[in-house]
């Protein structure tokens, strides 16, 4: 198999790696959380798009036994781990983002540069009070 | 400056690195699209051969999910209740000061309000249809949820969050899980194993419908849950 | 009783169902949620009894979920990996008995009840971890046990809970990204997600999809075990958590990734791959760096939860290095160490939990002079701290004995030399909290106006310091009751 | 080249601009809408190679929830990234 043939069947592998890459450069280098987050969700569709592109064959039917459709079918199982892996992205997604919500609520910025200068709020909560409601 | 400039140069080496064995490791992977692969040969052809029968659902996708796999779909409706649950736990003071900004413009407001019963009944077909045609109590539920979210933001996010009253929106939520315990539970009379759907059809076919709308309407609540916590709804 | 079948699946659904209920039932209550959650705890820990008393008198058994075919269905395995459970729910439910007083101040009142639901749904999704035999189920587990995590660490009400929860929940998100890629790549060479098929199909293939594998899962699930390089969420995470919060991060959830690296060895160990050697002993010199490393930083901390979580590392450290040695008595030894970690680690966060929540101070100076005031949360924290730092007859020293011996029969003295200077740092972090304790007048006015804690924090403080000394003295069973599964996951020593 | 192969690379093209315009705008807003085209143009893919259940899914999901998720935070937390 010559290099450009392995190359042009693998073209939804290599898409996928390379979506994958670009989503950890933003969650890597961007400064704002909320562009992170974004990065995190280009990641994980990525690897959702490669599980699907396990599962998938020429001229597949879709997993669906019905009378009309015949010839191979799709494989149904990595269809059902990705609607799986779609769902847990939403939640973690919908978590990091309340929480940045509050980190814009309490130290003020989404920026990291700009949080890493705010004082180090936990030692001056810490020495303040003394007795009466802990600070932890 | 040059620390920035520096950490996105060793982020790209880092990343050039990475990409090397990543795309020759994936190189070597049987091609996408051969029927032969072992992706196909393996427990799929299983699937597809007697998948249908054994699950009682000519959409194999469903039939995996309800099913084969019942334990990963538990799992599943386990970890949507908990990011509700994880979000409500967290949503500090600064989401409470939730502004409704502009008022939309009637346009948005009417086609809004034509649209939703639509898509409501779109989703509950695409809840119900799950064994026959594609669809299943993932697809549904998120599509509750969008058309919730919609409908919240034409609307007014306190007028669909008073739409049902707070203690029963928790039991909304929860459809997904208490649906899936009382099946799994139901299974060990019936079939003797945990989560064991039975063989008789009629009655395997009730349990899957009860479990789809459990997914369903649990995942579109909890979705729009999702987006009332972060739009600063004090609904839960 | 014990033959029953269905106990297995139970491990991992009554918990996940006690949580989700915990809300639904009690929202409002302050004080319900904690009993319901301890008597869940304790149901749980039941079950694990008897799923223990199966596999010591009848070995390995596993159980088909919904009654399928193995490769068609979910497969659940019990074995001494799963048996970790049962300390897992015994140390979840002491640090449900000690949140009782400590969370109804640092926690909301109308959010009490969801504290409870997550720790409890968190048990469950480390239970399901540890027995599942499949590999999409082990993520999915994975995810419920780390978004619960994620939630806990930034319920706290500190400002700098909320960053260390994103940071934590980032690199979380990260590594099980990975996992799931390698999921998918071993299921695009092998067509199957059950681990004990593909392990046969797989037979250790040198091919570069299957390095991709390997080098995903572990780099996945050292992540979530905090080793060396990629540890830095922990310490932030650990230290804004509320105290019981950061035993079960400490004690449990960093557990897991060890425990799931075992399942990836499992995997990939049985055969010959190029790949395993290359990452055993990158596993061995990274746990020697973490190891030091983390002792020396948790030597120079001023705050004490800070102090703990560096020793966290340290001790992480340690069991990389038993498992990188992958010698029968290193092996055998980190296994231990894991579980002989978890009280005692416990033990100490708890501890400091109590001190924290009585005085308000969380720098050592200042804690000076509490073994008076607050005599037994002061005396299980410096018993504890002892058989940490590795005296013989207590739990920390058996762990360390046997990986050292490992290190010794496999030939490599550094390691060796490493776990001596680690153990003489937390030596010396240790006397100087007991010195801080017992031997200094108090500094501050609230150390000397603090009266001890209530019975609620301090007892589950004791039963630990207490185990921490019963498991060293049953060290010995412990490394037999190990034994066949280090034959299992690393096949016949290399 | 058949006429099928052609519509899933053009697609996936797509996909990558997408992915390296959200890499490379400063807007936030901007990324989230251009997040939005990025999952629709993967329902797409996924639709035309046999797997409806996920493309609907990720339709709804990727296109439809997440990007309000973002614009909502995106509003409260500002539109500029430094």
Redesign the interface.
Known sequence: MTVVS??A??I???V???L??TG??IL??S?NLVKKVIGLNIMETSVFA?IV??????E?A?????AGLQG??A???????V??G???A???T??A???I??I???LGSVEL?EIALAPKADDSAGQSNQRGSADE | MNK?KF??VF??A??AA??A???????????????D????????A???EH??ELAGS????????L??????????V??????W???????????ETGHD?TPPSPVVDYVVRLLGPFIAIFALF?IVNGH?????G??GG??L??ML?LLS?ALGRESVADLVPV?SW??LR?AG??AF?LV?LL??PM???????PIEPALRHALMIVLELGIGIG?GAV?AG??F????VESS | MSEWP?WL??LA?LP??GG??T??LF?RRPVIPCFWAVAVALVTAAVAVMLLLRLIDSGDFSY?????LP????E?RFDQIGAFALPASLLVMLALVFSRHYVARTVDPE?IS??Y??VL?NL?GLN?FLV?G?L??LF??M??FS??A??LV??ARQPIA?LA?LKYLLLGALSSLLVLFSVG?V???????NIEDAAV?LEGSS???A??AL?GLATGFAVKAALFPVHFWLPDAHAAAPAPVSAILSALVVKAGVAGLLRTLELFGGGESLYLQPLLSLMLWLGALGTLGGALMALVQRDIKLMLAYSTIANIGYIFIGLGLATTSAVGGAMVHAVNHAVMKSALFLAAGAMIHQTGLRNIDDLRGLGRRMPATAFGMAFTLVALSGVPPMAGFVGKWQIALGALEAGQPLPVAVLVLAGLVVLAFGVRMINALYFRPPARVSTVSSVEAPVSMWLPVLILAVASLALGLAGSSMLEFVAPAVQAIYGTPP | MSPTDLFDLVLLALLLTCAIGIARLKDLAACAILFSAYSFFLCLVWAHRGA??VA??EA??GA??TT??FL??I??VGRREK
Do not use: C
């Open positions: 392995s190359l069947s693998h939804d592998y290599l996928a790696v390379s994958f890459l950890a450069w890597l280098t400064g490669f592109t396990t599962g998938m064959v020429d597949g879709p997993p669906l036994v019905a191979p079918f494989s149904p199982l990595p269809h059902a781990l609607l799986t779609i769902v847990v939403v939640s973690v919908s978590l983002l309340v929480l919500l509050r814009k609520a309490e540069d | 920035r950490a996105r982020t790209m880092l990343l990475l990409a064995p990543l795309m020759y490791g994936v190189l070597e992977l049987p091609p996408p699209g051969q029927a692969a072992p992706a196909h040969s393996n427990v799929s299983g699937y597809i998948g249908a000519e959409n194999l996708v469903t039939g995996v999910l099913n084969f796999r019942a334990l990963d779909t538990f799992g599943e386990l970890v949507i209740f908990t990011a649950l994880a979000v409500s736990a967290v949503a500090g003071k600064g989401s900004s695409v026959v045609l594609p669809g299943g993932f697809q998120v599509l949820g969008a979210i933001l203690r928790i039991w929860a899980v208490l315990s799994a299974g060990l079939t003797g194993y945990l989560f064991g759907l995942g979705l999702l987006y916590a972060i739009a600063g | 269905h699946p139970l659904v996940l169902l989700v209920l809300p639904l929202r088909a979920v919904g009654g399928w490769q068609y269905g979910i659940l959010k969801y504290y639901a997550l749904i469950g399901g599942t499949d999409f189920n999915v587990f995810e419920i978004v619960s994620y939630a930034a319920m909320a929860a790549v299921f695009a060479m092998t067509g199957t997600l199909l091919s570069m999809p390095g991709l080098a | 409806p259940d609907m899914t709804a999901v439809g929830i309000v998720l909502t935070v509003a409260r």
